[in-house]
């Protein structure tokens, strides 16, 4: 699925969906034609088990992470040769954890992750950032302060490598939607969430 930039595009960025909602969710319809219309062009796409939901409608979980990191090379190969300049990989949660696994090894113009899964729900003690202390890619994580998958007290614990810039929405979750008390909107840390990434992405 592309969201092609009207007045043409300098940047790709590949965005894949987290584990529960497809390609098409409001979240991440919102994101990539937000992105689109400030001038990057976004493709989406969804991994084999959310694609097999949308034939027979049975939810499943989702697919070995082999098999997600083995579709994640294909579709970055495929773009890649439809489209001139740099091309950007990143997503909502797992969509985004399974690209920070490649990004380095695709040497990815950037990785731009939203909302990313730190750990897995309920299991802080678990961390999953080692990969994340040797990276080397440009990288951008928008989160929720009180994000359940890696809160801002958590993340501040973790020993990430320098080429990682974390951008913090007050009191907001792991879909980004802010607390009402914090005098934020959804639509607000959307819209924020959109402008750093095309200023990341060097977009303007």
């Not at 592309?2 to 409001?26: K, N, R, Y």
């Not at 937000?34 to 949308?54: I, K, N, P, T, W």
């Not at 439809?82 to 997503?91: L, N």
């Not at 890619?137 to 974390?166: C, F, H, K, M």
Request: glycine share 8%.
């Amino acid at each position: 699925m592309w969201d092609e930039a009207p007045q043409g595009a300098a940047v790709t960025l590949i965005l894949a969906h987290g584990a529960g909602a497809p390609m098409d969710s409001p979240f991440m319809q919102r994101m990539a034609q937000s992105l689109a219309a400030r001038g990057v062009r976004v493709v989406r796409f969804e991994f084999a088990y959310m694609a097999q939901r949308r034939v027979d409608g049975r939810k499943r979980p989702p697919n070995p992470q082999a098999q997600l990191l083995q579709q994640w090379r294909e579709v970055y190969a495929r773009v890649c040769q439809q489209v001139a300049g740099p091309v950007a990989i990143g997503g909502k949660s797992m969509g985004g954890r399974m690209a920070s696994l490649l990004a380095d090894e695709l040497d990815a113009a950037a990785l731009i992750c939203l909302g990313y899964p730190f750990y897995a729900a309920g299991k802080p003690e678990k961390p999953r950032v080692a990969h994340l202390a040797e990276l080397r890619t440009p990288t951008l994580i928008v989160q929720g302060e009180r994000d359940a998958l890696g809160n801002r007290e958590a993340v501040a614990g973790y020993n990430l490598s320098a080429a990682i810039e974390l951008h913090w929405l007050a009191a907001a979750d792991h879909d980004l939607k802010p607390l009402k008390a914090s005098g934020f909107s959804h639509e607000q840390h959307l819209d924020t969430a959109t402008r750093v990434i095309t200023d990341f992405l060097g977009v303007s």
